[in-house]
């Protein structure tokens, strides 16, 4: 067992400061940040040292006035991340002041939300499955449209003229951008996709399902080339390592399980002690940050923590 290597020593750690559990974590583009969201309507930021053993520094966001749901970094700005919430509200901040610099309402609760990789763009998806697509400069909307069928998790490709819809009619709908005509129709899965990852080095994607399977699609040809299938529960989160050599994902089982893209092979599983809301690698090291429904065993209570795999030491 060669592959096993990588990841067996490794260690995590957790982070504690929210005060309900968290729903998203996300390293900024030079992977010395993370931002986490959670249901207690704020966002926090931590400098995390990938080698260091200094405690975490975090900045509160506040402001939304309900749960923050989804949050991601600007691709070309490591200081500036943007947060979606169910106040209706999608906001962009200032990592280093922790400041709000530009706010839009939009028309419901906002569930997803993710950049276009060149930072121009920001989509946004909410709980009626409409999509918003905001100019960033003038942080106004450019495209409006409601779905018919449940819209889950989007992307754009790397070059930034396809955007994926992955949808509870177990599809991917992929259009065209910026027109956002219909090009494809790929029938994935046996119930209803709820998340999309885009390899790093933007030869594949990959879809997470109710079905409890991942698929991995090869983005030049919209083919699958395989499914990963060790997990029981529906796949609610997904992420490529920096190098797109890894595949980690997570659902309701007690483990995150890490996967060899090419081989489909399980390398590693990160034992977890409640379902996971949100897994991502790092953009730079194999450090993976993950967050879900941690309890307290005593109170019952959310704890508000993620972690945060990948260290050499605890």
């Not at 993370?34 to 990938?50: C, F, H, K, M, Y």
């Not at 905001?134 to 992307?155: M, Q, S, T, W």
């Not at 945060?308 to 030491?313: K, M, T």
């Amino acid at each position: 067992m060669e592959e096993t290597i990588p990841f067996k020593s490794l260690h995590s750690r957790e982070y504690q400061g929210h005060k309900k559990k968290v729903h998203s974590v996300a390293w900024n583009s030079n992977g010395t940040k993370l931002a986490s969201g959670s249901v207690d309507q704020t966002a926090r930021i931590w400098n995390i040292e990938p080698h260091g053993h200094s405690k975490a520094k975090d900045l509160e966001l506040k402001g939304h006035t309900d749960s923050v749901d989804q949050l991601c970094w600007d691709p070309k700005h490591s200081d500036l991340v943007a947060t979606a919430s169910g106040d209706k509200s999608v906001r962009l901040w200032d990592a280093r002041s922790g400041k709000c610099t530009q706010q839009a309402e939009l028309s419901g609760e906002n569930i997803n939300i993710t950049y276009k990789p060149d930072g121009t763009h920001v989509a946004v998806g909410n709980r009626d499955d409409e999509l918003t697509i905001l100019d960033v400069r003038k942080f106004k909307p450019l495209h409006r449209r409601k779905f018919n069928y449940e819209v889950n998790e989007i992307a754009w490709n790397m070059p930034g003229d396809f955007f994926f819809l992955t949808t509870g009619l177990g599809t991917v709908e992929v259009l065209s951008y910026p027109s956002l005509k219909p090009l494809d129709t790929l029938t994935a899965h046996t119930a209803g996709c709820y998340c999309i990852a885009i390899d790093p080095k933007g030869r594949y994607f990959a879809v997470g399902s109710a079905d409890s399977l991942v698929s991995l699609w090869d983005i030049s040809d919209m083919l699958c080339l395989r499914t990963f299938t060790k997990l029981e529960w529906p796949v609610r989160t997904i992420s490529f390592n920096y190098s797109g050599e890894y595949i980690a994902s997570a659902s309701e089982d007690l483990f995150i399980d890490i996967a060899n893209v090419q081989t489909g092979r399980t390398v590693h599983q990160i034992p977890c002690r409640a379902a996971m809301n949100s897994v991502e690698w790092n953009p730079k090291y194999n450090l993976l940050a993950y967050a879900g429904d941690d309890k307290n065993p005593k109170y019952n209570t959310d704890e508000g923590v993620f972690r945060i795999f990948g260290f050499d030491s605890t």
